[in-house]
């Protein structure tokens, strides 16, 4: 079925904001005594910050009723780390006006908070190419589960086997796939060479090389 619908994931595609958000995990585990490995961050990321509280919680045995205080701290740091310091990946500007002229169908669908979503969309200008916005923050299950893009397909009115999605984290990846969707993959570029991603439908190195060609292809 050829695409009709385009799907965004939101954090380390269209924005710059993982380190951030590592950042602010690594700061709020550190009040509790404990560090994170760069090894140990990249294995969890794409998972909503209550999955991925509770598993390092876990791993460190942490006490849980310490849980919800570390989810805020985390989301609260990492919103205002965001909108003072997070930039556009490059390209996002062109992939979004190259979607719009083409007439396919625009939403996002990520395991951040509606809250960030709004910054996000906001400074990055991309307000007026949305037409559904899908967050996994109040879901039962996020990332891995596909649900989150089920429901931008849904609002969207379109079928899942019309969508292509972008992803940067593997937990999302497996989602994409999960939905029946095609996966267009762009890893952080230490994570490039990985063989996980070959799972994926393409794997690009930025958003620059998303164009036409690769949508035909899919």
Request: contains cysteine; proline residues 4%; glycine residues 6%.
């Amino acid at each position: 079925m050829k695409p009709t619908t385009v799907i965004f994931d939101m954090d380390g595609l269209l924005i710059d904001s993982e380190p951030l958000w590592e950042e602010a995990g690594k700061e709020t585990l550190a009040g509790f005594g404990v560090s994170l490995t760069d090894e140990q961050y990249h294995f969890s990321t794409g998972l909503r910050t209550r999955e991925w509280i509770d598993w390092w919680f876990t791993w460190f045995n942490i006490d849980k009723k310490h849980a919800l205080e570390a989810e805020l701290a985390i989301v609260q740091k990492a919103i205002e780390k965001i909108a003072a310091r997070g930039i556009a990946m490059p390209g996002v500007h062109e992939v979004f006006s190259l979607l719009k002229e083409k007439g396919f169908k625009i939403g996002l669908a990520t395991s951040s908070p509606l809250a960030l979503v709004k910054v996000v969309a906001e400074k990055l200008q991309i307000n007026d190419y949305l037409q559904a916005i899908a967050s996994a923050e109040e879901l039962k299950y996020g990332k891995p589960h596909p649900q989150v893009y089920l429901d931008c397909a849904a609002a969207l009115e379109v079928s899942p086997l019309e969508c292509v999605c972008l992803e940067d984290s593997f937990n999302g990846m497996i989602a994409v796939k999960a939905a029946r969707m095609k996966c267009i993959v762009i890893p952080a570029k230490h994570q490039q060479h990985q063989t996980c991603w070959d799972a994926a439908d393409r794997k690009l190195s930025s958003l620059l090389q998303l164009n036409e060609e690769v949508l035909d292809d899919l």
